[in-house]
């Protein structure tokens, strides 16, 4: 592990030089003609932002608000900026499973992705004339200027890990969150009270307002359509859980409470694009542990859905997010960014 200190050394100044760049105004960052938020995190993947930006969207539409959402095209197929069109036949391939699976859950929102956030946004402003834009994972695109920034802490992540990379798993050092608007600290009730307790208390030197948030499975929804299980209602049966995602022992946690007969956890790496050989082995590992249900997230449904043969059954759990205390600041901080 000394080894490694070198290399995180230099990581933390080379991002350091680019920030002290930025906040001394040797670089300008550019300006949108509109408001824009910024959600990200400083940690590597696995914070849970994408939920944190459902809720968001969910508020701005409350309010009546156009909102244009930009993300980068990482680990999709789509290799220009480009608006996210779920008729695509292959939508979460082509224009990336998180962008998608957002637009699924906002109908009423445009989104938008590309390989330069500041010239995504350019696009989103001419095709859909919003009146905000949301940056997925903007917290480290400096060149973009931003109006708020809400930073995504996850609870369960040991302080440790906010050591730069590839000592920890931060992108930038901890000092860095001082231009932070706010924070959300994210899956507290299935982190350790002690644990959210020291994140809370070293958030606190920064003055910033602290939003926790809890994380939570509470129903299935099928491939298929139709009626939803709740997983309250199949405690004890016998299930086969599949994720693709930065954190699996997150998806596994929240489902502990269910006490549910776990027959493995297929784990796959985070945005992991799914093939036909994937779902071949998929399928023979899950008549081998005898076909029960198979259980994944959401993320990776979007990815899953266009090559899952028909006579398998399979489910998906949906986030639910709820924020614990200080709701009504963080509405008035979204609301910072309309004014």
């Known amino acids: 592990m000394s080894g490694l200190k070198p290399l995180s050394f230099l990581y933390k100044k080379v991002a350091g030089l680019k920030n002290y760049l930025y906040d001394h105004d040797y670089v300008t960052a550019l300006e949108m003609p509109i408001p824009v938020l910024a959600l990200g995190n400083i940690t590597m993947g696995g914070t849970g932002k994408t939920p944190v930006t459902d809720f968001c969207l969910k508020y701005f539409q409350r309010r009546r608000v156009k909102v244009a959402v930009v993300s980068r095209n990482y680990k999709a197929l789509v290799s220009e900026a480009a608006q996210v069109n779920l008729d695509h036949e292959n939508a979460a391939a082509y224009f990336g499973d998180e962008p998608v699976l957002l637009a699924q859950r906002n109908p009423q929102t445009d989104f938008f992705v590309g390989p330069v956030k500041f010239e995504t946004a350019q696009l989103a402003v001419e095709k859909v004339s919003p009146q905000v834009i949301v940056v997925d994972d903007g917290f480290q695109h400096r060149q973009l200027y931003r109006d708020v920034d809400i930073v995504i802490l996850d609870a369960t992540e040991p302080l440790e890990n906010y050591e730069c990379v590839p000592l920890g798993r931060a992108r930038e050092s ?4 001082a231009r932070a ?18 994140l809370c208390e070293k958030l606190k030197e920064f ?7 809890s994380y939570e499975l509470m129903r299935l929804l099928s ?5 939803e299980k709740s997983l309250k209602g199949i405690a004890g049966q016998p299930v086969l859980l599949l994720s693709g995602i930065a954190q699996p ?22 945005h992991h694009p799914y093939s036909q050989t994937d779902i071949a082995e998929i399928l023979e590992k899950w008549q081998k542990a005898g076909s029960p249900d198979i259980v994944t ?33 963080f509405y008035e901080i979204l609301d910072q960014v309309l004014h």
Do not use: C
């Open 297 to 329: 997230t959401e993320k990776d449904f979007v990815k899953l859905r266009p090559l899952w043969p028909d006579n398998v059954p399979l489910w998906y759990a949906p986030l639910e997010v709820r924020i614990l205390s200080q709701e009504d600041e």
């Open 249 to 270: 022992s997150s998806f596994e946690k929240s489902l502990e409470k269910f006490s549910l007969e776990k027959r493995g956890h297929l784990v796959y790496k985070d």
């Open 181 to 198: 608007t706010a924070f959300v600290v994210s899956k507290v009730n299935l982190a350790q009270p002690a644990a959210v307790d020291a």
């Open 207 to 213: 003055g910033k307002p602290i939003v926790p948030m």
């Open 174 to 177: 901890w000092e860095s969150l």
């Open 223 to 227: 491939i298929r359509g139709g009626p």
